[in-house]
């Protein structure tokens, strides 16, 4: 053995890495050799120093925050596969459902046709075909007493067709199936009915705040502005459901409809109390993107409270700090 | 007992996959003081430390699905645990922050003032040292140091050929011993 590969050896030595026959070369090699044995000896010295470093061991707070952590993020995906569909499924769904409109409009023209006979209700539900006629009145038709807060099992959704008409069916004592516009009053009350607390599932309040947010947010806001009743189920929602994926959802919800007072203080009270993390995260970004447009002193306190918190959930609290640094104030 | 270890990672991620929180759970409880150790000697920040380990654990939740078995699960959590630090480190670089002061552990009960000064020395000096050295150097070096990884299993977890893992050990050794060696008074001095 030459010297020159001592130094490659004993770092394998030191690592584990050396076979036994490299072992025994070295260890010969060193025997006869003074210069090698002190640099073998100056090898050691680096790795028993850096043995000399503690280990950071896991903080009982660390642990609690992490465990909660990664509870909600379970529950979230969870949340998530309630959703996924496989995706030849939407053409397929929205061609039925486009087929069922046609059939049932159909059939309804077809018997208010008969002189002196009553306006049927189609499947326990609205007279679609009587839509392009009297649009609010085909849902306000079709929607059952909600007085007396009946709980509504089973609900499913059709998807919108080309006029932007979605099916939600239900069952309270009997089948119903309500077809409109989100944005018409009736069936904008039935979403808000179900986001509240009427539906028998986390997955059906789930799926109806997907609607709305889909039908609501961004572009098609300025068209369809969303009602009250929806924006006082997606805020109750988010304040008071067990859920904290119902919750994030209302939150996502929340966050793609344009800021306002009211929406901004449910947002301060979930990142003040909320006890998920992902929902607090929606509530740092929603109210970071809308105090970029008009700085507003609450939201820049509560980022400042959130980002120098030691209690809060890192990815928050980084964001919080984030964020602050994007607004001008 | 390795193969029994591995089969059990395996079970956990299986839950995982299913959507059980307690698989979750168990997983960190395994893992997270090893992941832990490893983010904390690569960012030489306590704080950013456990925030990245917890970055790992969301992500292995989400990505579950996504582990294919080619590596061990071991060897893929301290892949995206590197990753991860990776990134934290590119994002403090361009926000100009490198936090290189890491947050002291508590002080082990009847340990003097004295001794717990010189042993805080001690930690300081290696993990300046360690920040020295590249990132490529540190990792591979910290994974075979503190974690007893064999070459090859870090090659798996880096993505790189044994060779490289064996360069980056060497030079990073070679870097240290001729730091450590200019402060040798004061090491000798310390201990």
Same mark, same amino acid.
Not at chain 1, 146 to 155: D, G, I, K, Y
Not at chain 1, 157 to 162: G, H, I, M, R
């Given at each position: 053995m030459d010297c020159r590969d001592v130094t490659d050896l004993a770092v394998e030595r030191l690592t584990g890495e050396a076979g036994a026959d490299a072992r025994a070369a070295l260890a010969e090699h060193l025997a006869g050799c003074e210069r090698c044995r002190e640099e073998m000896a100056a090898l050691e010295g680096v790795w028993t120093r850096l043995g000399t470093d503690p280990d950071a061991t896991i903080r009982p707070e660390f642990r609690r925050q992490t465990l909660a952590l990664l509870e909600s993020e379970m529950l979230r995906q969870r949340v998530k596969r309630f959703r996924a569909r496989p995706r030849f499924a939407s053409p397929l769904l929205r061609a039925a459902a486009l087929l069922l409109a046609a059939a049932t409009g159909y059939f309804a023209a077809k018997e208010t046709a008969i002189p002196g006979k009553a306006a049927p209700v189609v499947a326990g539900g609205a007279r679609v075909g009587s839509k392009s006629v009297a649009p609010a009145a085909a849902a306000a038709s079709a929607l059952?007493?909600?007085?007396?807060? #009946? *709980?509504? $099992?089973?609900? =499913?959704?059709? #998807?919108?067709?080309?006029? %932007? *008409?979605? &099916?939600? %069916?239900?069952?309270?004592? =009997?089948?119903?199936?309500?077809? &409109? *516009?989100?944005?018409?009053?009736?069936?904008? !009350?039935?979403?808000?009915?179900?986001? =509240?607390?009427?539906? +028998?599932? =986390? %997955? +059906? !309040? $789930? *799926?109806a705040i997907e609607l709305v947010s889909e039908h609501f947010s961004g572009a098609a806001t300025a068209n369809a502005p969303v009602s009250p009743e929806i924006l006082a189920a997606l805020s109750n929602t988010l304040r008071k459901d067990a859920n904290p994926g119902v919750r994030k959802k209302a939150a996502d919800a929340l966050a793609g409809f344009p800021m306002t007072p009211e929406i901004r203080t449910v947002f301060l009270d979930a990142l003040r109390s909320d006890k998920n993390p992902g929902v607090r995260l929606v509530a740092v970004d929603a109210l970071a993107a809308a105090a970029k447009q008009a700085p507003d002193a609450n939201t820049i306190q509560s980022l400042r409270e959130k980002a120098a918190d030691p209690q809060e959930n890192g990815f928050v609290r980084a964001k919080a700090a984030n964020a602050l640094k994007e607004i001008a104030f | 007992m390795e193969l029994r270890a591995a089969s059990e990672d395996l079970g956990l991620l299986e839950r995982i996959r299913r959507g059980d929180t307690e698989g979750a759970a168990e997983l960190f409880e395994r893992y997270a003081p090893a992941l832990l150790r490893f983010t904390d000697r690569m960012l030489s920040d306590r704080a950013a430390a456990e925030e990245v380990t917890q970055e790992v654990f969301v992500k292995v939740i989400s990505r579950a699905h996504q582990y294919d078995g080619r590596a061990g699960v071991a060897s893929w959590l301290f892949a995206i645990a590197a990753n991860a630090c990776r990134d934290r480190r590119r994002r403090e670089r361009r926000a100009s922050v490198v936090p290189l002061e890491a947050v002291a552990e508590p002080r082990a009960r009847g340990e003097g003032i004295e001794a717990s000064l010189m042993s805080e020395e001690r930690r300081r000096a290696v993990r300046e040292a360690l920040a020295e050295l590249s990132e490529e150097q540190r990792e591979a070096l910290v994974l075979a140091r503190y974690h007893g990884m064999p070459y090859a299993e870090i090659a798996q977890t880096l993505g790189i050929s044994v060779g490289a893992v064996k360069t980056r050990i060497f030079r990073a050794v070679e870097a240290l011993k001729a730091r450590f060696g200019e402060g040798e008074h004061s090491w000798t001095a310390a201990t």
């Open positions: 059952p007493d909600l007085q007396a807060e #009946p *709980r509504l $099992s089973n609900v =499913s959704y059709q #998807p919108a067709d080309k006029n %932007g *008409r979605v &099916g939600i %069916g239900f069952d309270i004592t =009997s089948r119903h199936t309500v077809v &409109g *516009r989100p944005d018409d009053p009736e069936v904008a !009350k039935l979403l808000a009915y179900i986001v =509240s607390t009427n539906a +028998e599932t =986390s %997955g +059906e !309040k $789930s *799926r | -």
